[in-house]
């Protein structure tokens, strides 16, 4: 049974700095290609930062520079590095994992993430 479990959204101030975490269980995460995306209210979801399983990493526009993508496969577990957070960060954050960068296979059941004064 395949598992991706998300931790660490919460409230954060603009500017402010979280870090988000996924802990898959029940896939080879070395082969599984990994990812973040987000939806926000009356939003389609959208991608946020993919790695690869090798290690390459993709950004959308809007966070590259911000956000920093990266994967422990000791601990089988991808992390969402958010810095100097807008309030257009505020959104559900989703953990997938693929074989494919395209089409995920699997989805955690996300996390919220806040950006308010």
Not at 17 to 31: D, N, Q, Y
Not at 38 to 49: C, D, F, I, K, Y
Not at 90 to 103: F, K
Request: overall charge positive; hydrophobic content about 35%; charged content about 15%.
């Amino acid at each position: 049974q395949v598992q991706l479990v998300e931790s660490g959204g919460g409230l954060v101030q603009p500017g402010g700095a979280l870090r988000l975490s996924c802990a898959a269980s029940g896939i080879i995460f070395s082969t599984n290609h990994m990812g973040w995306y987000r939806q926000a209210p009356g939003l389609q979801r959208e991608p946020v930062a993919r790695i690869t399983n090798s290690g390459g990493t993709i950004y959308a526009a809007s966070v590259k520079g911000r956000f920093t993508i990266s994967r422990d496969s000791a601990e089988n577990t991808v992390y969402l590095q958010m810095n100097s957070l807008k309030p257009e960060d505020t959104a559900v954050y989703y953990c997938a994992a693929g074989s494919t960068l395209r089409a995920m296979d699997y989805w955690g059941k996300g996390t919220l993430v806040t950006v308010s004064s």
